[in-house]
């Protein structure tokens, strides 16, 4: 029952919660352990009619930590059998010791451990064991630590296989208290492809496009901006004259406020009014007349807001007859002031 108290106190050492202070450095160590070891030795030929059962005792061990993996040790124990004389037909104990080697491997430089040995065991008589087995060291200081572990043993001059187990306290000696700063572990960087963006779907990506937020309908060009074109934009007016006059019907004022409009639209742009009269009468007064003419309605865009200086007027008489016939009708054709206004304005390409 004792072996189960032991096991059970393994199993509870490798399941505590406490983590190994890793990265022990190496050093010398010294510990001192329970122990208990389940022998059943029948008829020991050293006594005759001797079985030597369970023992339970203590023991002593030195120690190297060369590396976080491995380290080596002396132990020794002092054991006490308990043992049945056959012959004698009585109970009583038997001392023994043991004393050995073992050499440690640490899984993982971290809590658990392996180990295998060889042992030498002085019970009624020596024997030489090799074992092997596994244990668990929790540390309470950067030095203190406790252990816990089994074996089994086989022995080499006899045909014994038993099983011990060891509950200890060491100090391991040289460990460097300084805290450790934990270091941070860095960020993860979360990288998300992402589909190179068009805001304005104007077939130009983002990085390239200096013109955000292009209307839809507009042709862009290769930066992502509108295209422009120039384009000629005209306006003209006829205001014909009853024969020997000057005077504007007030039918065109709509035809002059257009043209008004025109110029105030186009900012750069002159107006030529060219001031025209018909063949009857003397060619000199005519071309007075034509001039008149034109002057009357350059007042009218004036009265309409379009400056002077944007204003010329030409005075051509019969010079330059629209219809050459001599008929009322074409007399009433060539009495006229005309006018022709071009710009060029800057307009959108449409896509
Ligand atoms: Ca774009
Ligand atoms: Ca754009």
Redesign the pocket.
């Given at each position: 029952m004792k072996l189960k108290s032991l096991t059970i106190a393994i199993a509870l050492a490798a399941t505590s919660a406490s983590t190994f202070a890793a990265d022990k450095e190496e050093g010398f160590y010294l510990g001192a352990f329970g122990d208990y070891y389940d022998a059943s030795w029948k008829n020991m030929r050293a006594q005759a009619g001797l079985d030597v059962n369970e023992s339970t005792g203590w023991g002593v061990e030195a120690g190297y930590r060369f590396s976080d993996y491995w380290s080596a040790r002396l132990e020794y124990a002092d054991m006490d059998f308990n043992a049945f004389d056959k012959v004698a037909g009585n109970r009583n104990n038997i001392d023994g010791e043991r004393y050995g080697i073992d050499a440690l491997y640490h899984l993982d430089g971290g809590p658990f451990y392996g180990l295998f040995g060889i042992k030498e065991m002085d019970v009624v008589d020596d024997n030489t064991f090799l074992n092997a087995g596994v244990g668990y060291q929790h540390f309470i200081t950067d030095g203190l630590f406790v252990n816990a572990e089994t074996s089994v043993y086989q022995g080499l001059d006899k045909g014994y296989t038993d099983v011990g187990a060891k509950i200890g306290i060491n100090y391991l000696f040289g460990q460097n208290s300084a805290p450790v700063e934990p270091v941070q572990p860095a960020p993860d960087v979360v990288e998300v492809a992402v589909a190179p963006a068009d805001s304005?779907n104007?077939n130009?990506l983002d990085a390239d496009?200096?013109?955000?937020?292009?209307p839809m309908e507009d042709a862009?060009d290769g930066t992502?901006?509108t295209l422009y074109e120039d384009r000629e934009v005209t306006t003209s007016l006829l205001v014909t004259f009853p024969h020997d006059s000057a005077e504007v019907g007030s039918q065109y004022f709509t035809d002059i406020a257009s043209v008004s409009e025109f110029l105030k639209e186009h900012t750069d742009t002159t107006v030529l009014l060219e001031g025209h009269a018909s063949a009857v009468g003397d060619a000199n007064y005519n071309k007075t007349l034509s001039k008149k003419r034109a002057d009357d309605v350059a007042a009218e865009l004036v009265k309409d807001g379009i400056a002077e200086d944007r204003i010329t007027t030409v005075g051509l008489g019969e010079e330059r007859l629209k219809n050459t016939a001599n008929t009322k009708a074409a007399h009433a054709e060539n009495r006229r002031v005309e006018a022709h206004v071009k710009s060029i304005e800057r307009v959108k390409v449409k896509r």
């Open positions: 304005d104007d130009i496009d200096k013109c955000p937020n292009t862009v992502g901006c």
